[in-house]
T-cell receptor, first 114, second 119 residues
Framework: AQSVTQLDSQVPVFEEAPVELRCNYS??????LFWYVQYPNQGLQLLLK??????LVKGINGFEAEFNKSQTSFHLRKPSVHISDTAEYFC????????????FGTGTRLTVIP | GAVVSQHPSRVICKSGTSVKIECRSL??????MFWYRQFPKQSLMLMAT?????????EQGVEKDKFLINHASLTLSTLTVTSAHPEDSSFYIC???????????????FGPGTRLTVL
């Protein structure tokens, strides 16, 4: 079975500071990895995804994530956050050749402090 | 590209009535769509997988007679909450999987969600 762990439920950070949101997964097979962002009262927007190839993935809004197979992690990073980055961030895993059966983490609330 | 819309964005209804929520993929075809439910400050819970032209696959614990799903075309899936009760109040989000063979085929694209409040 697959599972996703986001250890940090809330991450406060000052504006223009760097941030890392942690995501660990467990799976006995190869996985696809995703980060989604959810702004208040909205659906999820895809930030970035890892399907194969380079383990460093760059996404929208200046975010990037690195797939680490040995540590089963897919942490999300941004070197300098803005107020507008305040949102809920979800890490997700899917198994197989398609994006069926997405397993979501419990989310991390990023709050950027002016 | 890869835009998914939902309608309505919010709905308030009386207990006992039925509510239909539409999910559309605007610029791609989606043989597979998904319906999620999200409780306040929690993650998304998959309710069912909707396949065009066939019956939906429901997750364990989700009542198929309560949550009717129809996926009649490659761009439209509907979720009908029948005989809604206050405990059905929630944020319902749909997603669509790009059926194309090329870039994006391994990704679910999400709609903006529908806030259902049952009085």
């Amino acid at each position: 079975a697959q599972s996703v762990t986001q250890l940090d439920s809330q991450v406060p950070v000052f504006e223009e500071a760097p941030v890392e949101l942690r995501c660990n997964y467990s799976s006995s097979v190869s996985v696809y990895l995703f980060w989604y962002v959810q702004y208040p009262n909205q659906g999820l927007q895809l930030l970035l995804k890892y399907l194969s190839g380079s383990t460093l993935v760059k996404g929208i809004n200046g975010f990037e994530a690195e797939f680490n197979k040995s540590q089963t992690s897919f942490h999300l990073r941004k070197p300098s956050v803005h107020i507008s980055d305040t949102a809920e961030y979800f890490c997700a895993v899917s198994v197989g050749t398609g994006a069926n059966n997405l397993f979501f983490g419990t989310g991390t609330r990023l709050t950027v402090i002016p | 590209g890869a835009v998914v819309s939902q309608h309505p964005s919010r709905v308030i209804c009386k207990s006992g009535t039925s509510v239909k929520i539409e999910c559309r993929s605007l610029d791609f075809q989606a043989t597979t769509m998904f319906w999620y439910r999200q409780f306040p400050k929690q993650s998304l819970m998959l309710m069912a997988t909707s396949n065009e032209g066939s019956k939906a696959t429901y997750e364990q614990g989700v009542e198929k007679d309560k949550f009717l799903i129809n996926h009649a075309s490659l761009t439209l899936s509907t979720l009908t909450v029948t005989s809604a009760h206050p405990e059905d109040s929630s944020f319902y989000i749909c997603s669509a999987r790009d059926s194309g063979r090329f870039k994006g085929a391994d990704t679910q694209y999400f709609g903006p969600g529908t806030r259902l409040t049952v009085l």
